[in-house]
Each structure stands twice: as structure tokens, then as C-alpha cells.
């Protein structure tokens, strides 16, 4: 059962340019998220998407954006990169249900390093 | 704001104690509450999930949930020099919330 898959895993940009990073849900998932985790800090929710729709969105401003295609794979992008956008992305896969008893899986992460 | 708070450590241990974990979170209405384990340059791993308040046991770990004072802990049985990682908790909130909210995370340390 394959689990929750990113790429890349490492990647160095310079400021300015736009990057896009890449998920790939477990298996029987349905629903992908999106989260920062600067170094020392807890990982920080950037937006949630099910149904192909951006369902849910933290307090990240618009340069974040993301895309889920029909297979339930995502992708973030990010534009106009800062140097403060440097951290580990991580992706997180769930099976949406009404129960709210849902138990989310990352994927191993991008390390993001923008100089 | 929904916040979660833990102390950030580190918690040292020995080898073989109970290791003690603590969050407290702000939100009334949340709902499902987690511990993800994240070794050093990792992603956080799930190993425990919690909804109803009481004790969960899963191996040498137990999980305890407080609703009414807004608690959950985390305690590592017969801790092992492999247990040594960054604890974060990390609360799911009600009414049409769907994102974790994680804590900072506690830095255990297991000391053979």
C-alpha cells in the first residue's frame, strides 16, 4: 500500500522565481493538505483540497496557490519566492468523511531553501 | 486564534521510565486530537489519535483526553533511546474545520 509521496525531496531556489511542489495521496485517500514547518515550529496549515476545490484556507497570502487534479494528486505553487519561504512543505492526505474521526498521513516532504 | 501549546523541553528521561507528554489546546469545539512523532529532518509520523475523553493504550503508548480542561497527554512506557524525537501535538477542530492545528512540539530525549 503505497503511502503519501512528494517531490522532489530537496530543492534550492532563488528569490523571485516560482517553484511547484508535488503530492501524491495514500491509497483510498481522497483529500490533500498542504502545511509549512519552519524550523523549530509546529507545521502550519496552508489550504486543504477535496473534490478538485480548495476547501479550506490558513493564513498564507496569494503567492500560495495549489491545483488538485482528478486523480486526487496535488500540486503547491509558490510565486514570487521570499527568503522566509524557506522550510519543509509537507503534504497530508486524509479519507474526507462526516465523522471528523479522520487520521491524516504526510508524505516524507520538500525541503525548500531559497537563497 | 486556535492555539496549541506544549512545552517545548527537552524532556530528558532514562532509559526504561515513563516519558510524559502535555498539550492544551484553546479551541472548546475540537474534536479529534493527535500525537505525530517527527525524528530530526523528518515528516511527523501518526502514532496516536484520541477522540473521547479517558485513556487509549496502543502498545507502550497511552493517550489521555480532558475535554472539560482542554488536556491531552501523551505517555511513552518503557521509553528507549529510539523514542528520542519532537512530540507534536496536533487538535482537528469541529463546525466545518478541516485543518490540524499542531503545537510546537516537546524535544524527548531517552538517555541509555
Given amino acids: ?115 | 486564534q486556535k492555539e496549541v501549546e506544549q512545552n517545548s523541553g527537552p524532556l530528558s528521561v532514562p532509559e526504561g521510565a515513563i516519558a510524559s507528554l502535555n498539550c492544551t489546546y484553546s479551541d472548546r469545539v475540537s474534536q479529534s486530537f493527535f500525537w505525530y512523532r517527527q525524528y530530526s529532518g523528518k515528516s511527523p509520523e501518526l502514532i496516536m489519535s484520541i477522540y473521547s475523553n479517558g485513556d487509549k493504550e496502543d502498545g507502550r503508548f497511552t493517550a489521555q483526553l480532558n475535554k472539560a480542561s482542554q488536556y491531552v497527554s501523551l505517555l511513552i512506557r518503557d521509553s528507549q533511546p529510539s523514542d528520542s524525537a519532537t512530540y507534536l501535538c496536533a487538535v482537528l477542530s469541529g463546525a466545518g474545520s478541516y485543518q490540524l492545528t499542531f503545537g510546537k512540539g516537546t524535544k524527548l530525549s531517552v538517555i541509555p
Fill in chain 1, 1 to 115: 500500500d503505497a503511502g503519501v509521496t512528494q517531490s522532489p525531496t530537496h530543492l534550492i531556489k532563488t528569490r523571485g522565481q516560482q517553484v511547484t511542489l508535488r503530492c501524491s495521496p495514500k491509497s483510498g485517500h481522497d483529500t490533500v493538505s498542504w502545511y509549512q514547518q519552519a524550523l523549530g515550529q509546529g507545521p502550519q496549515f496552508i489550504f486543504q483540497y477535496y473534490e478538485e476545490e480548495e476547501r479550506q484556507r490558513g493564513n498564507f497570502p496569494d503567492r500560495f496557490s495549489g491545483h488538485q487534479f482528478p486523480n486526487y494528486s496535488s500540486e503547491l505553487n509558490v510565486n514570487a519566492l521570499l527568503l522566509g519561504d524557506s522550510a519543509l512543505y509537507l503534504c497530508a492526505s486524509t479519507f474526507l468523511t462526516t465523522a471528523m474521526n479522520t487520521e491524516a498521513f504526510f508524505g516524507q516532504g520538500t525541503r525548500l531553501t531559497v537563497v
